[in-house]
């Protein structure tokens, strides 16, 4: 089983420019998310999902889209490209545990992104 | 706001010494609690978890937490580390009920000197 994979590993953009990140999983798991890392902040909540047809915000939404139209797959648009997403992306999703509330996550290999 | 604060940006030690990294989360009722690492160039992965029951937690590769509840607290140890333990690791709160919604603190660097 290949995971979480993302695509691209890598992009360079030049500021206004869109584009969307790749996230597909095939281990059935309901709820997926995004987080970007950057350097002294840990990883911060873009968007999640906890279910196809349904999306929701999470900590730092602001300049991204996504949508949910199956199980798989879960991608991330930068519909205007700024400076201020250059950023290292990882999408997750979640091996639920029964009567937790929660689980564990499994994180894609992320994808490094540089906006000028 | 929901938060997690780790006490060491960066730690530096020499094989075989022993390993302490803070962390703290602020109050929001009940938790899971997770410690991630994160090798130079990989993904995030998870060493251990809690979530409920005995408060002294055992992960992988020799690593151990434990959750101090009346102090909001869940600090990682290892009684003795190695090279290959040079990563980042990453304390993660998840409040009751958010799913995989993690708040992660900002990450602690470790080196260790062969």
């Known amino acids: 089983n290949a995971g979480v994979t993302q695509t691209p590993k890598f992009q360079v953009l030049k500021t206004g420019q869109s584009m969307t990140l790749q996230c597909a999983q095939d281990?059935?798991?309901?709820?997926m998310s995004w987080y970007r890392q950057d350097p002294g902040m840990g990883l911060r909540l873009i968007h999640y999902?906890?279910?196809?047809?349904?999306?929701d915000q999470g900590e730092v939404p602001n300049g991204y889209n996504v949508s949910r139209s199956t199980t798989e797959d879960f991608p991330l648009r930068l519909l205007s490209a700024a400076p201020s997403q250059t950023s290292v992306y990882f999408c997750?999703?979640?091996?639920?545990?029964?009567?937790?509330?929660?689980?564990?996550?499994?994180f894609g290999e992320g994808s490094r992104l540089t906006v000028l | 706001a929901q938060s997690v604060s780790q006490h060491n940006h960066h730690v530096i030690l020499s094989e075989a010494a022993s390993l302490e990294l803070g962390c703290n989360y602020s109050?929001?009722?009940?938790?899971?609690l997770f410690w991630y690492v994160q090798y130079p160039g990989q993904h995030l992965q998870l060493l251990l978890k809690y979530f409920s029951g005995d408060p002294l937690v055992k992960g992988i590769k020799g690593f151990e937490a434990e959750f101090i509840k009346s102090k909001f607290s869940f600090n990682l140890r290892k009684p003795s580390v190695q090279w290959s333990d040079t990563a980042e690791y990453f304390c993660?709160?998840?409040?009751?009920?958010?799913?995989?919604?993690?708040?992660f603190g900002k990450g602690t660097k470790l080196s260790v000197k062969p």
């Open positions: 997750a999703t979640l091996r639920s545990l029964a009567g937790l509330g929660t689980g564990e996550l499994f």
């Open positions: 281990m059935n798991h309901e709820y």
């Open positions: 109050y929001g009722g009940t938790v899971n």
């Open positions: 999902s906890v279910g196809a047809g349904i999306t």
């Open positions: 993660a709160v998840n409040y009751g009920g958010s799913q995989g919604n993690l708040i």
